[in-house]
């Protein structure tokens, strides 16, 4: 589960990692008033703007904004509320602001009046080939950390952490040592990791990243942006986070498709594909675009698919207006062949006439049962026994 940045610092700030101060607005006016509540806290008098959406880039995109005044904060609120942002993690449709996170500005002068900060990248996320936790940092922090890794591979750094002892002092050492840090500024490095990993640790995340972190004129290091992805098999124990929830970040198929149970995402083909199991829908895939197709979703349906199940997923592949067909590629196993099929029917009868072609696959457990049911059902669909079989019927759907 995806979270908003204001959201992802909440957590950090709980496990004491230092992030700057900062309220969430939803209208220009609260974030006039957010701003004046952080200047009698800080004492600050330049805020920055940024964008709440579910997805990186926003700074290039023109969804961050440092304010000098009241009257910025104003403006530029005013402009990033409601707008499209469209970003390279978003897609050519961009998504529509809802929140502004009002921020101090942390580019402050020193004793000595030298602006002197730095930034840098730190995540850290799961190795799954080494079933171990990986810290990932580099002293080239910021908007283009992306070019940093293709380019100039030599700065990017890793750590792999021990499960059973977490990240140890040695590596919290190396880590400041790689980023180049001395004095105060290493010495602040070497408490900001370990919070880090255990905030990491402890809210059951699958991803966390830091944005830029930040080294401050006066050697503090802080999470300046904070990018966080939640465990979704985890949430049941962790009621506080899974609260952070925003559907309006979330498409509307794949949220409908959640109130059924079935495992959607939506992509851009023009296939679309019901299967039970996700190796045999990844594998299903994989037949579509061998066949001259594309794959438009993923849909698993499960072990325990029903007559209302198929029905709903076919509903919802047929929202999709680039889907020119749709393969039903069910191994009977736990789910019975039959049962699909009946599903298929009723589909049929309630949605009413299905333009697109439709190819249904059903093997395993009582497929005799199920072809006996699609073909005495006068209904228009094309049935496959092989692979390769359905492979040739999309072709000549598609093609």
Known sequence: MNIHEYQGKQILRKFGVPVPEGIVATTKEEAVEAAKKIQERTGVTSWAVKAQIHAGGRGKGGGVKIAKSLED???????????????????????????????????????????????????????????????????????????????????????????????????????????????????????????????????????????????????????????????????????????????????????????????????????????????????????????GGDPANFLDVGGTANAQTVEAGFRIILKDANVKAILLNIFGGIVRCDRVAQGVVEAYKTIGDIAIPVIVRLQGTNAEEAKVLIDNSGLKVKSAITLKEAADLVREAVL
């Open 73 to 291: 904060v104003y403006n530029y609120a005013n402009q990033i509320l409601g707008m499209q942002l469209v970003t390279h993690q978003t897609g050519a449709e961009g998504k529509k602001v809802h929140k502004v996170l009002i921020e101090q500005s942390i580019y402050y002068p020193n004793e000595a009046g030298k602006i002197d900060v730095a930034e840098y990248y730190m995540s850290i996320l799961l190795n799954r080939q080494t079933s171990k936790n990986i810290v990932m940092y580099s002293p080239k922090g910021g908007m283009d950390i992306e070019t940093v890794a293709a380019q100039t591979p030599e700065y990017i750094f890793k750590e792999e952490i021990d499960p059973l002892t977490g990240l140890m002092p040695f590596q919290a050492r190396r880590i400041a040592f790689n980023l180049g840090l001395t004095g105060e500024a290493y010495k602040s490095m070497l408490k900001f990791a370990p919070a880090l990993y255990e905030a990491y640790i402890k809210s059951d995340a699958s991803m966390f990243e830091i944005n830029p972190v930040f080294k401050t004129s006066d050697n503090k290091i802080l999470a300046a942006d904070a990018k966080v992805a939640l465990d979704d098999n985890a949430l049941f124990r962790q009621k506080e986070f899974a609260a952070m929830r925003d559907i309006t970040e979330e498409d509307p198929t794949e949220l409908e498709a959640g109130k059924y149970d079935l495992n959607f995402v939506k992509l851009d083909g023009n296939v679309g594909c019901m299967v039970n199991g996700a190796g045999l829908a990844m594998a299903t895939m994989d037949i579509i675009k061998l066949s």
